[in-house]
C-alpha cells in the first residue's frame, strides 16, 4: 500500500550520484528502485503497490515474484487483484512492469537521454530535470473537449507516458514494448437449472471480493443511499462483525439539504439503521465550486466540486486506513442503462466526461489549437460508439476512457491521504461472472443484486429505482454572486495557447449543464495551470 519509482541506465552505466535518484535504498549497476525490492533468489527483484487477491500462501509480492518464476511475462494472466510493479529480472537484464486489469493502480514512466523512470506517482517522475515541463497539447485539449484524456497510455505532459491498464512493459537491450493482456468480453454464457443458483454464485463471488479488499478490522463506506454501496456495507458488515464489534463498519454519504432535491440523507440512514451501523454525513450545501483544490498531477482530477469530495475523503481516512466504494454496478448489472459508467458515483467525476450526447465542441476552444492537435477528428471518433453483439452496454462501459482517471483520482499518490480505496464491484471475478450469465433478467436493473439483497437491506432501498440527481448543485452554485470571481480570476499566460478568451461565456451567462461543466473545465485547466504546474523540483537531499 505504498508507491513506488525506480530508474534503469540503458547504456549500462551506473546510476549517476548527481541526479535525483543519488539515495536510492537500492542499487545494482544500472538499476536503482526507491524502496528496498523483494527477492526470492537473488536474481529477479520486484517492488509493487499491490493487494494480490484469491487464494495465497505467500505475501501480496511474493505470490507475483512465484508467479514470474513459473510464467514468465505471462504471471499477469494469474493474477487476481489490485496492482503496479516492477520485476527487475538480472539474468535476462530485462524489467518486466504490469499495471491489473482495471487501472486501479497507476503506473507512469518516461524515456530520459539514456535512462528510463517509472513510479507509481506521476509527480516524482517531474521532479527529475532531464523530464521537461513541455505539455502534451493532444491531452489538453482532449480535457477542454471530452473532460479526459482519450489516450491512455499518454498523460498530460509531453514526456511522461502512462500504462494503461491491462497491459504490460517489458525492457530489455534498450528496446520497449507495451502489450495489452487483458480484454473484457463476453465468454461461454453460464447456464444454470434454476434461478436460486445464479444468485447463490453471484452472492459467493461477491463476498469473496468484499472479504478480499478488507484486511482490516475497521473500514469505512462511501454510501450513498442506493443499491451498490449499501449492499458492500452489508457484507463488509457481516465479515467483520464476529472478528471486530459492532463499530467496524461506518459509511459515510455526501447530501445536500438546500442547493438541490436530494433524498440521500434519508435512504443512507434507513439503510444505515437497518443494518446497524453509524452514518456520517456531509452536508455539501456549504462547499463552493473549487474550493479546496489541491495540487494536482494533471488537470482532469481538479474538480469544481472537489472540496466535499475531499473532505469526504478525510473524514473517512480518519476513521480508517481502508475504504469502500459501490463502484459500479451501474455499469456491470444495468445493461440497458450501462452506456457510460458514471452512475455509480454521485460526487466527484460524475461529470468529468459531461454528457456523453454533446451537440459541438465548446466554441472558445482556439481554432488554430484544434487544427493543430485535429481535434475535431477527435471528437468525431469519441462520439462514434463502437458496437458490440452481445452486453453491448456493459463492455462499452468497461471499455471506456474514464475508469482509469477515475481509480487515480482515488490514490493515495493523488489524495495525499493514509487511505486506501478499494472497489469490490471491481473485480475480475465478479466482472467474468456477470458478463457470463443472461442480461435478462440477471443484469437488467440490477435484478441480481436486488435478488441478493432481498433480505438483507430494507424494502425501500432494495426496490428504489436508479436516481441520479435531482440537481446538478454546480448549476446552482454558479448562480451564486460568492462564485462569481472565476469570472475575473487571473488568467494564466499558457491558457491562452489554448483558449480563444473573447469567445468565452460568464458562467452566469450559461444556460445548460453541459455548456456550464464545459466552461468549468476551461477554469479547472486554468487552475492547474496555475497552482499545480510550476511544481518546485526538489533534488533528494
Excluded at 113 to 129: E, H, K, M, Q, Y
Excluded at 241 to 253: E, I, L, R, Y
Aim: aromatic share 10%.
Amino acid at each position: 500500500m505504498s508507491g513506488f519509482a525506480g530508474t534503469v541506465n540503458l547504456d549500462g552505466a551506473p546510476i549517476e550520484q548527481d541526479l535525483l535518484w543519488r539515495d536510492l535504498p537500492w542499487v545494482d549497476g544500472n538499476v536503482g528502485f526507491s524502496q528496498q525490492p523483494l527477492t526470492l533468489d537473488g536474481s529477479v527483484w520486484l517492488i509493487a503497490d499491490a493487494r494480490i487477491d484469491g487464494e495465497r500462501q505467500f505475501s501480496d509480492e511474493e505470490t507475483i515474484l512465484h508467479a514470474y518464476q513459473k510464467w514468465g511475462e505471462d504471471c499477469v494472466d494469474h493474477l487476481i487483484g489490485d496492482f503496479a510493479f516492477a520485476v527487475w529480472d538480472k539474468r535476462r537484464e530485462r524489467l518486466f512492469c504490469a499495471r491489473d486489469h482495471f487501472g486501479v493502480k497507476p503506473f507512469f514512466f518516461a524515456r530520459v537521454a539514456n535512462g528510463f523512470i517509472f513510479s507509481s506517482t506521476l509527480n516524482v517522475l517531474r521532479l527529475d530535470p532531464r523530464v521537461s515541463d513541455a505539455l502534451n497539447e493532444t491531452a489538453i485539449g482532449d480535457y477542454l473537449a471530452f473532460g479526459l484524456n482519450q489516450d491512455l497510455a499518454s498523460t498530460t505532459f509531453r514526456d511522461i507516458q502512462r500504462l494503461p491498464p491491462g497491459h504490460k512493459l517489458s525492457l530489455s537491450n534498450g528496446s520497449l514494448t507495451t502489450r495489452r493482456y487483458w480484454t473484457p468480453e463476453v465468454k461461454n454464457e453460464i447456464r444454470f437449472r434454476d434461478g436460486q443458483s445464479y444468485v447463490d454464485r453471484f452472492v459467493e463471488l461477491f463476498s469473496t471480493a468484499v472479504s478480499d479488499r478488507l484486511r482490516t478490522n475497521r473500514v469505512s463506506i462511501s454510501m450513498s443511499g442506493g443499491l451498490d454501496s449499501t449492499s458492500i456495507a452489508v457484507v463488509a458488515r457481516d465479515l467483520l462483525q464476529q472478528t471486530s464489534g459492532p463499530s467496524a463498519v461506518h459509511g459515510f454519504s455526501t447530501v445536500y439539504d438546500k442547493l438541490i432535491p436530494d433524498e440521500e440523507r434519508h435512504y443512507s440512514t434507513l439503510a444505515a439503521s437497518h443494518i446497524s451501523i453509524p452514518i456520517h454525513h456531509l452536508n455539501a450545501d456549504e462547499y463552493s465550486l473549487f474550493e479546496g483544490s489541491l495540487d494536482l498531477p494533471e488537470p482532469f482530477l481538479v474538480s469544481p466540486l472537489a472540496g466535499q469530495f475531499n473532505e469526504l475523503l478525510r473524514l473517512m481516512a480518519n476513521t480508517s486506513c481502508v475504504a469502500l466504494t459501490g463502484y459500479d454496478g451501474d455499469a456491470l448489472m444495468n445493461e440497458r442503462r450501462s452506456a457510460y459508467p458514471l452512475a455509480g458515483v454521485r460526487r466527484f467525476l460524475t461529470r468529468i466526461g459531461g454528457n456523453e450526447s454533446k451537440a459541438s465542441l465548446p466554441e472558445w476552444i482556439d481554432e488554430s489549437f484544434a487544427k493543430r492537435i485535429n481535434l475535431r477528428d477527435r471528437w468525431q471518433e469519441f462520439n462514434c460508439q463502437s458496437l458490440f453483439a452481445k452486453r453491448p452496454g456493459t463492455l462499452r462501459a468497461l471499455q471506456s476512457k474514464v475508469w482509469a482517471p477515475l481509480f487515480e483520482g482515488y490514490d493515495p499518490g493523488a489524495t495525499r491521504l493514509n487511505l486506501e480505496v478499494r472497489h469490490p464491484f471491481i473485480d475480475i471475478r465478479l466482472v467474468d461472472y456477470l458478463l457470463s450469465i443472461p442480461a435478462k433478467p440477471w443484469c437488467t436493473n440490477k435484478h441480481i443484486l436486488r435478488c441478493a439483497m432481498k433480505h438483507q437491506l430494507p424494502d425501500a432501498v432494495v426496490n428504489r429505482p436508479k436516481t441520479p440527481l435531482a440537481g446538478d448543485p454546480a448549476l446552482q452554485l454558479s448562480r451564486h454572486a460568492s462564485v462569481r470571481w472565476l469570472d475575473n480570476s487571473e488568467i494564466a499566460p499558457q491558457l491562452t495557447r489554448f483558449v480563444n478568451l473573447s469567445l468565452r461565456r460568464s458562467l452566469k451567462d450559461e444556460k445548460s449543464p453541459d455548456a456550464l461543466w464545459a466552461n468549468l473545465r476551461m477554469f479547472a485547466l486554468n487552475h492547474w495551470l496555475t497552482h499545480s504546474l510550476p511544481l518546485k523540483r526538489k533534488m533528494v537531499a
